[in-house]
Every structure is written in structure tokens, then in C-alpha cells.
């Protein structure tokens, strides 16, 4: 198994310009996240979702929209673009548990975004 | 609103000793903490995941502990070797309703000198 992978490694933006990026887990796992690493900070949660088709704002959800339209992809995109969101974005992925607390995220090895 | 906060930022100690990383949460209504490991350009690995109604956690030369009341974890590593060079997070649920929803300490970075 592959895991969990996120396409691409490193992009470079213009301020304006649009972009998705990729997530793909092969583990049929139910729940996806998207999170962004900035230096200094620990990861904060920026779009879930719980099951295909579904999708919920996280902790700092502006600028952002994603979407899952098959279970083992989850899509993140920027409409426009800004110099705030250079930071490194994870995908992670976890499996339905017996109880809330049981479920152990697994990580993609992040993707670099610079906005010039 | 749940906040983590770890202290020391960044930590070196000569290889072969033991030592202890710290957690602290403010909000203890919590389904878990769990610890992971980060490698410089690398994704997130988890290493242990306490339930809240456990008290501690071992794997390895790894033993994480909880104390739900205190707000605290810690994270001890048992003999360190240059390879446990990473930097490590800890991460409890946003709110008790939220349980799936992480929030993460900014970390602390290990040096483990040969």
C-alpha cells in the first residue's frame, strides 16, 4: 500500500492564480484532512471530511475550498492565491474506529507552496 | 477553545540518555492524545495514541503517559539514539464534541548527539 499521497511535491504561485492539490489514500479509509504547517506552529486543521460527499470547515477554513467526490480522494483548492498561504499542506487519513478516540491519523509527506 | 503547548521548543542531549518531552492542553475533556514524530521534509508519523481512559502508553523504548486532570503528557524516550534526531508533536481533539478534529502543539525539536 501506498498510503497516503498528495500531488505535487512543491508549487510555486503567482498572488491570484488558482490551484488544486491532491490527496489519495489507498487504505478505504473514511475520514480525510487537510492541515498547513507553518514555521514555528504545529499543524492546523484546515477542511475534513467524514465519508464521500461530505466535507466540514476546520479551525482556519477561509481562502480554502475542497472537495470528495470519490472516497479515496480528497481535493484542496485556492480560488485566488494569497502570500498568507505559503506554508507546507498535509493530508491525512483515518479509519472508523469502534468509539471517537480509537483512530490514529496517517500523513502524506506534504506539499510546498510558495505564493509570490 | 483547546490549545497545546510543548515545552522545551528544542532539546539536545548526548546519545544514550533519557529523557522527557511535555504537553500541556487546556481544555481536559479529551477522547485522546496522541504523539507523533516528524522528520525534517517529511510527513507526520504517529507513535502512540492514548485513549482517555488509559493512563499511559508504551512502545519501543517509547512510553507516552496522561494525566486528563493536570492537562499534561509526557513523552519518554528510553536510551536515545541519534535516529530519534526528530522533531515531535502532540495532538488532542479540538473540542469534546469534535473528537476527530486534532489541534497540535508547535513541537519539540530532538538533537540526540552520537
Known amino acids: 500500500n501506498a498510503g497516503v499521497t498528495q500531488t505535487p511535491k512543491f508549487r510555486v504561485l503567482k498572488t491570484g492564480q488558482s490551484m488544486t492539490l491532491l490527496c489519495a489514500q489507498d487504505?478505504?479509509?473514511?475520514?480525510m484532512y487537510w492541515y498547513r504547517q507553518d514555521p514555528g506552529m504545529g499543524l492546523r486543521l484546515i477542511h475534513y471530511?467524514?465519508?464521500?460527499?461530505?466535507?466540514a470547515k476546520g479551525e482556519v477554513p477561509d481562502g480554502y475550498n475542497v472537495s470528495r467526490l470519490k472516497k479515496q480522494n480528497f481535493l484542496l483548492g485556492l480560488e485566488s492565491a494569497a502570500p498568507s498561504q505559503t506554508s507546507v499542506y498535509f493530508c491525512?487519513?483515518?479509519?472508523?474506529?469502534?468509539?471517537?478516540?480509537?483512530?490514529?491519523?496517517?500523513f502524506g509527506p506534504g506539499t510546498r507552496l510558495l505564493v509570490l | 477553545k483547546q490549545e497545546v503547548t510543548q515545552i522545551p521548543a528544542a532539546l539536545s542531549v548526548p546519545e544514550g540518555e533519557n529523557l522527557v518531552l511535555n504537553c500541556s492542553f487546556t481544555?481536559?475533556?479529551?477522547?485522546?492524545l496522541q504523539w507523533f514524530r516528524q522528520d525534517p521534509g517529511k510527513g507526520l508519523t504517529s507513535l502512540l495514541l492514548?485513549?482517555?481512559?488509559?493512563r499511559e502508553q508504551t512502545s519501543g523504548r517509547l512510553n507516552a503517559s496522561l494525566d486528563k486532570s493536570s492537562g499534561r503528557s509526557t513523552l519518554y524516550i528510553a536510551a536515545s539514539q541519534p535516529g530519534d534526531s526528530a522533531t515531535y508533536l502532540c495532538?488532542?481533539?479540538?473540542?469534546?464534541?469534535?473528537?476527530?478534529?486534532?489541534?497540535f502543539g508547535s513541537g519539540t525539536q530532538l538533537t540526540v548527539l552520537p
Open positions: 481544555d481536559s475533556a479529551i477522547y485522546n
Open positions: 492514548i485513549q482517555s481512559s488509559q
Open positions: 491525512a487519513s483515518s479509519q472508523r474506529g469502534r468509539g471517537a478516540g480509537q483512530e490514529t491519523q496517517y
Open positions: 487504505m478505504n479509509h473514511e475520514y
Open positions: 471530511s467524514v465519508g464521500e460527499g461530505t466535507t
Open positions: 495532538a488532542v481533539p479540538i473540542s469534546s464534541g469534535s473528537a476527530r478534529q486534532l489541534t
